[in-house]
Each structure stands twice: as structure tokens, then as C-alpha cells.
């Protein structure tokens, strides 16, 4: 089994920042992709970001490109969301997630993935 713990949430105003990161912990095996998913009130959870286990290349959503960066440091087992120029429609409870298996074209997809966290709360006041 994987664990994996998010932190770094909060409670922000319009523009600020945050950063989030996730440490994995337990069993590990050769992930394929490492991603963030957030989900809203009364939403469905959708995708944020993702990075390459191997290689490092990273994915956006729309919805943040150009105000979200994701690394990782695989050394420690970890992931990271920086969050800048904050909305309030980035409310949300942001989990990350890492899959074995996935093929590029279902990265997007939180079905592809294998393990969870438990998530951590962003609120963005206006």
C-alpha cells in the first residue's frame, strides 16, 4: 500500500498564493504519473495538474495554466502545487494522486489513478 499526505491549505484572499505538497510513504513502485485533482461543493473532482514520474514533463488543466506549477522531488517521494493569483473559484478540496499504469491520454482522468490522499482545503475569499 501507498499513503500519501497532502498539506499546505488554506484559508487566502484573491491573488495570493499557495503551496501545496504531498509526501508518499508505504510501498512504492515505479509511478508513472503524479497528479492534483480538486473538487468543489456539489462538483465532480477534475484535474488540476500532472507530472511524469520520470522525465518531469507537467500538465495543466485550462483552468490553471500560468498560475500553477507542479514539481516533484523523487528522492523524497514528493509532489508539490504552487498556487499563485488565486480566485475564488479555485475553492476546492485538492487531492493528489499517483498511478502506475497510466497512458498519456488518461492522465486527465481520476479513474486512472491508484492511490489517494485524503485531501486538504484551499478557500479563496474575495
Known amino acids: 500500500q501507498v499513503q500519501l499526505v497532502e498539506s499546505g491549505g488554506g484559508t487566502v484572499q484573491a491573488g495570493d498564493s499557495l503551496s501545496l505538497s504531498c509526501t508518499a510513504s508505504?510501498?512504492?513502485?515505479?509511478?508513472?504519473?503524479m497528479g492534483w485533482f480538486r473538487q468543489a461543493p456539489g462538483k465532480e473532482r477534475e484535474f488540476v495538474a500532472a507530472?511524469?514520474?520520470?522525465?518531469?514533463?507537467?500538465y495543466y488543466a485550462d483552468s490553471g495554466k500560468g498560475r500553477f506549477t507542479i514539481s516533484r522531488d523523487n528522492a523524497k517521494k514528493s509532489m508539490y502545487l504552487q498556487m499563485n493569483s488565486l480566485k475564488p473559484e479555485d475553492t476546492a478540496v485538492y487531492y493528489c494522486?499517483?498511478?502506475?499504469?497510466?497512458?498519456?491520454?488518461?492522465?486527465?482522468?481520476?479513474?486512472?489513478?491508484?492511490?489517494w490522499g485524503q485531501g486538504t482545503q484551499v478557500t479563496v475569499s474575495s
Open positions: 494522486a499517483v498511478g502506475a499504469r497510466i497512458i498519456l491520454s488518461a492522465m486527465r482522468e481520476a479513474n486512472a489513478y491508484d492511490y
Open positions: 508505504g510501498r512504492t513502485f515505479d509511478w508513472r504519473f
Open positions: 507530472i511524469r514520474h520520470s522525465g518531469g514533463n507537467t
